[in-house]
Structure formats: structure tokens, C-alpha cells
């Protein structure tokens, strides 16, 4: 397992192709990718790739999923992609992270019910994302995004599509900066008629963040609303 074995600021390189956290006969809903320190995470090569900016992510295209049984059954799917453990600083670059689907009921003891593809329990850090896809990940409790602790979301050139959330696609806990760039978010979904002052479709934040949303694209997300949006600059 390279993120295991990676050292702090470490790269990854993955090459054209789907991944999963789990790979026996018997799926392990609870498998997934640990992160506890600085990590850089790239997809997007073919495999004869000597320099970062040799690679193509349109063509070669870097999924890790998680649809670990039963193909496009949801029941089955791993409840988590990443866990971010300490103040890391991590990037991922030219992946697509799908199909995770956290169905539990929520508890704060066992940090169930949230984050489907990133939950950061540790203090501080940032996690970025570029060139990425989030797309058709569940949550049953607040978003696919979960950043309990002050921790930066940078989201840049990336596209949020058909996730599901309690609360929304992206959830901070912790007074959250959330920057994203040249982004599109479209058809997200809450999946609750409750309403909550300060929820967005896309990015809920929940204690007072500082939110800036520039040159991105915002289209058919029900339930949408704007309570913590700080700037949206076109």
C-alpha cells in the first residue's frame, strides 16, 4: 500500500485505471485510505511518465471508487475513501472519487455518518483538490466532504457532481476556510426537507467560516441556500 509506506510530502503516482480499499471476496465496508501526514496524491499517467507534467488526466483517468461488492450497489460500498488522522496537508490531483456511501446513522463517538470520501479528525492541516471528480458519493449525516476541525478546503478546477448529503456536499464542524476556483457544482443533493439556516447544496459551513467561491459554476442544486457564503466572485 503506497500511502502506508509514503513518507511525509511524499508523491503518488497512480497510473489510468479503478482502485478500491478493498479487494476480498467478502467486502469490508469499513476499508479505506489512511493519511497521517503530508501526502501528495496524482493520477492521470499511462505509466511512461518520467515528469509530473507529462501526464493526462482527461485520457488517463484515475478513479478510486468506492463500489467495492456488488457492482453499482450502493448497500455495499465502502463507508469512507480517506481518513485524514493529524494536521497533514494533502493534495489530490487528477482523480475521480465516487460511489462511497456512509449510510450509518450518525454518532460522534465513532465518526460514523459523515465524510464519504474525506474525514479529517485532526487539528489543523488543509486538504486540496485539483483536476478532480466527486461524484454520485452518500453521506447520511451532513456531506462527502467532512472537515470537523479547523482545517482549509481548497478546491480548484474540480467538479462536484451528483452527491448526496444530509447537510450538503462539503461540512466544517470547526470554522473551515473553504476556497474554491474554477469549479462546478451541479446536481447535489440534500437529502432531508429540514430546513437549517446556512446549508448550501454544495458547501455547508457551519461556524462562521470564511467561504470564497470564485469564477465557478453553481447550476440545479436543490435545496440551495447561501447563509455562509462569504464571496462569490464571478
Known amino acids: 500500500d503506497a500511502i502506508n509506506l509514503a513518507g511525509t510530502d511524499d508523491q503518488i503516482w497512480i497510473a489510468a485505471g479503478t482502485y478500491f480499499a478493498d479487494y476480498s471476496t467478502t467486502p469490508d465496508r469499513t476499508a479505506r485510505f489512511t493519511i497521517s501526514s503530508d501526502l501528495n496524491i496524482y493520477g492521470g499517467f499511462n505509466g511512461t511518465e518520467t515528469l509530473l507534467d507529462q501526464r493526462d488526466w482527461d485520457v488517463n483517468q ?11 450497489d450502493y448497500s455495499d460500498n465502502t463507508y469512507r ?48 483538490i485539483d483536476h478532480c471528480i466527486l461524484r454520485q458519493n452518500k453521506t447520511r449525516q451532513q456531506g462527502c466532504i467532512d472537515l470537523k476541525i479547523q482545517t482549509t478546503l481548497n478546491a480548484y478546477n474540480s467538479i462536484f457532481y451528483d452527491n448526496y448529503g444530509f447537510q450538503g456536499v462539503v461540512v466544517s464542524g470547526g470554522g473551515t476556510n473553504f476556497n474554491a476556483v474554477n469549479c462546478t457544482f451541479a446536481d447535489n443533493h440534500i437529502t432531508t426537507a429540514i430546513s437549517f439556516s446556512g446549508y448550501l447544496s454544495y458547501a455547508y459551513l457551519s461556524h462562521g467560516p470564511v467561504t470564497h467561491v470564485k469564477n465557478s459554476i453553481i447550476w440545479n442544486n436543490p435545496h440551495q441556500y447561501s447563509y455562509h457564503l462569504s464571496s462569490l466572485n464571478h
Not at 86 to 106: F, H, M, P, Q
Open 62 to 72: 484515475t478513479i478510486i471508487s468506492g463500489d467495492i461488492g456488488i457492482l453499482n
Open 81 to 128: 475513501i480517506f481518513d485524514i488522522l493529524s494536521a497533514a496537508d494533502v493534495l489530490v490531483d487528477g482523480i475521480t472519487l465516487e460511489k462511497a456511501n456512509d449510510n450509518r446513522y450518525w454518532s460522534n463517538v465513532t465518526d460514523q455518518g459523515r465524510g464519504s470520501v474525506f474525514s479529517v479528525t485532526g487539528s489543523g492541516g488543509s486538504i486540496t
